[in-house]
């Protein structure tokens, strides 16, 4: 092999382990993965919620135990060291948290239920941090990424519908009558009806899309019938429906956002 060709070779092996390491980086810090991990965490927090409600809720156990190992594996695979000096805080803060809560949240869903319920507000504390960081990443990574806002809507929609679950049994937990929650059950009834805009402006966009029609029509049906539960809270509530036809229009949004 001449000097010239080793030359070569050893240029192309550091430009292809170099672009391997930033696909890897990139792929880590793309918007996109980013939003799953705050459906992750977020999953957390509902779930969280729900034991609070009732410790004896072993199907909020399992939800939270499959969230924890999602989130475990998306945060273990962030790049350790970035370029950019305010994303590499951001993400030192959020990795440094993780363990932390990770072994928090193992107890948690591990202790008996025939025990009584600890509380978790130190726990959703650390976790709303976390949830904080990773809007900042998202945005951050949006920024750097221009092109990807409108291949994310059904992704972002799946994490707005997590949101409210979170809050509405969040205010459901919280004392009531309070100027706070008075002003939170507010916030969340605007963000329903904003919501249900969006529901209604996918169901007429891909009314006879090929492959989206379906699971769009089937997210709508599936609002329509706990949109009520949103707007006549605190007055009713029905935690159990909200939990559940929430997860299926997180389900049926997120596989249409696979489709695009």
């Not at 779930?47 to 135990?65: K, P, S, V």
């Not at 990807?148 to 509405?168: C, G, P, V």
């Not at 169901?203 to 329509?224: F, G, I, R, Y």
């Not at 509530?237 to 299926?248: A, E, S």
């Amino acid at each position: 092999m001449t000097f010239r060709a080793a030359i070569f070779i050893a240029f192309t092996t550091l430009f292809l382990v170099t672009s391997a390491k930033a696909s890897k980086t990139n792929a880590a810090l793309s918007p996109e993965n980013i939003i799953q991990q705050e459906i992750n965490l977020n999953e957390m927090l509902i779930n969280i919620h729900r034991l609070q409600l009732d410790f004896l809720d072993q199907a909020a156990r399992e939800a939270l135990q499959e969230a924890q190992q999602a989130l475990n594996i998306s945060i273990h695979s962030m790049p350790e060291q970035v370029s950019d000096v305010e994303t590499a805080e951001l993400l030192t803060t959020l990795t440094s948290l993780w363990p932390v809560v990770n072994k928090h949240i193992t107890w948690l869903s591990t202790i008996p239920a025939s025990a009584e319920a600890p509380p978790a507000n130190s726990l959703l504390r650390v976790l709303a941090k976390m949830d904080r960081q990773l809007l900042l990443l998202r945005q951050k990574a949006t920024n750097t990424q221009s092109g990807s806002s409108k291949k994310l809507r059904f992704l972002e929609q799946a994490l707005l519908m997590q949101h409210m679950t979170r809050d509405y049994l969040s205010l459901m937990i919280a004392e009531q009558n309070t100027e706070v929650t008075i002003a939170s059950q507010m916030q969340l009834r605007a963000l329903a009806d904003r919501f249900g805009k969006r529901m209604t402006a996918f169901n007429d966009e891909l009314s006879e899309h090929p492959h989206a029609m379906e699971p769009v029509q089937q997210a709508h049906a599936a609002w329509t019938f706990i949109h009520h539960s949103f707007k006549k809270f605190p007055e009713q509530q029905t935690p159990d429906l909200v939990v559940r036809y929430g997860n299926r229009i997180v389900s049926k949004l997120s596989s249409v956002h696979r489709m695009f």
